[in-house]
Each structure stands twice: as structure tokens, then as C-alpha cells.
């Protein structure tokens, strides 16, 4: 059931920029709680965590990954923020190690007022990745709330552009992009981020809502960038870039409902009225 929201209802959302500690589930827990509310008592709907966010990233071995991951929604970490979301009446994107029928997933639990609501895995892995965990198998869902059509990414999802124009043509109008972004070969130490261009150029192209949740700090020698931004259906930021090093918490206020105008470029363009589906097809 398509859940209808008010097409000039805004929305608080929040992306949350902290530094997880490699295999420390309940201190990350503990740190995200106390995040969570904060983002959540100044008035936020919609927060986004980083990728891994329980777990931290860089493992050294597929055996150190398995006693981190767990299950969702059943292990302690999905049941810890399902059971948050539910007690401040918000919505939460987080990323999380998953293990599922035997194997793992750089995975992402979706959750709200009324518990659990769904989860996206990781499509595209990025560099060690590959040893540890399984290439993502449940598509990229869309999920229906009373905030609007939020759909999910995770990190290198967000370098095709496939993943925004797929998700935008199954209707969403919000992309939570948990991340751990780190430096691109070649790019200039002061230049903006890759992942920053490339996001303000999907939410452009695809007329779409993009808030992106970055982790800090440097973990067993891999930096990672911050600079966590939300974007609007516009392409341009409307809160962040975050710094690049620091913890930090990103506020910005959007219309989900919006979409649809903001995608009207002027009186005879539209960005996806315009598609000539008569040569590239759907």
C-alpha cells in the first residue's frame, strides 16, 4: 500500500558523520544511540548512519568479519535500532555487516515507528571487500512511508549510474547512501571529494533527494574523507559538506513530494519527460 504524504509536507533528515572503532559492536551501538538522539531531539525524521557503522570496516580476516556480523532484523544491532527508531518515532538507514545463509553482506537496515521495515545489500564492492563478503541480492527496493519513497545505496553504489536512475524510476524520492568513503587514485588533496560530484550529479540527473552519511577517522592505516553532505532534488547541497576529519551532524529540511516539479527544468524541459526511450529504451 502506497502511503500518501502531503505534497508540501517537509521533513527534517540527518546524516550522522562519527568515527566507528574496528570490532567494537556495543561502544558503536553506544555511540550511535547517543548520536541518534540528538539528530532525533532536534526535531530530525529521517537519520542516516555510515556504512558498517556497528562494526567498523577494515577486517583482517573473513573469521574476524563472522564474529561481528550478524543477522537482520533478528541479531543485536538490527534489534538495538529497530527498537530506538520505535521509541523516538523516527527512521533510521544504517549500515550493518550482515550474515544470511551462510554467507555476509555489507548490508544497510532500514527502520522506523513501527519496527523493522526492510534491508538493502551492497551491489557493487569496493577493493578487499571482495574477500569477505557476497555481492548483493536484494535488487534495489523502495521502500513506501509516511515521509515519502526511500529508497537506499551503500558507498561504490553511488559511482553507477544505473543504481540513481533505477531507484528514481521505481519512484524514489530520497536516497539514504550510508558510506565509507575514502581517497580516489589521482585526486588532488584539496579538491572536492569524487563522491561529492558524483552525488550532486545524480540527485541532478535524476531529480531525487541524496543524503550521504560518512565515516572519520583512519582504521588499521585507510583514511577515510567525512565531508557528508544532503542534497537536493536540485543537485545542489543543502546542508555539508561536512569536514573532512571531525565528527559532525548534518540537518537539512526537504519536500519529498516535491520531486515532481523540482524535475521541471523550465516551461519545455523535464528531466525525465525528456528521455528518449525511442533510442536507449527504459
Known amino acids: ?15 550522522i558523520q562519527f568515527e566507528p572503532i574496528i570490532g567494537a559492536v556495543e561502544e558503536n551501538l553506544a555511540a550511535i544511540e547517543a548520536r541518534v538522539r540528538t539528530a532525533a531531539a532536534q526535531g530530525a525524521r529521517l537519520i542516516v548512519l555510515p556504512e558498517l557503522a556497528d562494526s567498523g570496516y577494515v577486517f583482517d580476516s573473513s573469521e574476524e568479519l563472522a564474529a561481528l556480523a550478524q543477522p537482520i532484523p533478528e541479531g543485536r544491532s538490527a534489534r538495538k535500532l529497530c527498537a ?14 550482515e550474515a544470511a545463509n551462510e554467507a555476509f553482506y555489507n548490508a544497510a537496515i532500514f527502520c522506523g515507528p513501527e519496527g523493522y521495515i526492510g534491508t538493502y545489500r551492497k551491489l557493487h564492492l569496493w577493493n578487499r571487500e571482495n574477500l569477505f563478503f557476497a555481492k548483493g541480492n ?4 523502495v521502500f513506501d512511508t509516511p515521509l515519502g519513497r526511500i529508497g537506499i545505496a551503500i558507498c561504490y553504489d553511488g559511482w ?6 533505477q531507484l528514481a524510476m521505481q519512484g524514489a524520492e530520497v536516497v539514504c547512501v550510508p558510506t565509507n568513503w575514502v581517497p580516489m ?8 571529494a569524487m563522491s561529492n560530484i558524483l552525488h550532486k550529479a545524480a540527485a541532478h540527473s535524476n531529480g531525487i533527494f541524496i543524503a550521504c552519511a560518512d565515516r572519520v577517522g583512519t582504521e588499521r592505516g585507510q583514511p577515510f574523507i567525512g565531508q557528508s553532505l544532503i542534497i537536493d532534488a536540485t543537485g545542489w547541497p543543502l546542508a555539508g ?8 551532524i548534518l540537518y537539512a ?4 513530494k516535491a520531486v515532481p516539479q523540482k524535475r521541471k527544468l ?3 524541459n523535464d528531466i525525465f519527460g525528456d528521455r528518449r526511450r525511442d533510442v536507449y529504451g527504459d
Do not use: H, S, W
Request: glycine share 8%; charged share 20%.
Open 1 to 15: 500500500m502506497t502511503l500518501k504524504t502531503d505534497e508540501t509536507e517537509t521533513v527534517t533528515i540527518a546524516c
Open 84 to 97: 530506538l527508531a520505535q521509541e523516538l518515532g523516527v527512521y533510521l538507514v544504517a549500515g550493518l555487516a
Open 138 to 141: 536484494l535488487g534495489l527496493p
Open 160 to 165: 553507477f549510474p544505473e543504481t540513481f536512475r
Open 185 to 192: 587514485p589521482d585526486q588532488p588533496a584539496e579538491a572536492e
Open 241 to 248: 559538506p561536512a569536514g573532512r576529519t571531525g565528527e559532525e
Open 253 to 256: 529540511t526537504i519536500t519529498p
Open 266 to 268: 523550465n516551461a519545455f
